[in-house]
């Protein structure tokens, strides 16, 4: 069975800068019973601990049973924060999220938003070795 949504970014680009505007086109081929289409902009965390995902933006298509293939064009002008990053203990990914209702059905295609355009990739944090310091309490005899 193919995917019920393809997401397709003009240019095929994967990576932005704050203010930037995503655009590209949205094809489905969905099952009947699906009444309409959304089209989340989002982020979400992934690693350790609780993730957080937050919806910035949203476009919704009603679906009739004679649309039940189609495809539309869609725009998000790109907030300023929060970049994408990733690290050994927690990543933030952007993303686009198409859902058909009330099945939520879905597919997601993720991208990056940075200044520059590019991942950030944190550094590991690596423990320091403790220098030996005299106290400045203790002098010896001398």
Do not use: C
Not at 5 to 23: A, K, M, V
Not at 28 to 56: C, K, M
């Amino acid at each position: 069975m193919p995917e019920p949504f393809d997401i397709q970014t003009d240019y095929n680009n994967t990576e932005f800068t704050p203010g930037d505007t995503l655009s590209g086109t949205l094809t489905w081929n969905l099952p009947g019973g699906t009444e309409s289409i959304a089209l989340r902009l989002f982020w979400f965390t992934s690693g350790r601990g609780s993730q957080d995902i937050e919806s910035v933006d949203e476009l919704t298509w009603p679906i009739s049973p004679t649309r039940l293939q189609g495809h539309e064009k869609f725009s998000f002008t790109l907030p300023t924060e929060p970049y994408s990053f990733s690290g050994k203990i927690i990543s933030l990914t952007w993303a686009l999220e198409a859902v058909a209702m009330p099945e939520e059905t879905s597919t997601k295609k993720e991208f990056t938003l940075t200044p520059n355009g590019q991942e950030i990739v944190l550094p590991s944090i690596t423990e320091p070795k403790a220098k030996k310091q005299k106290s400045k309490w203790f002098q010896p005899n001398r």
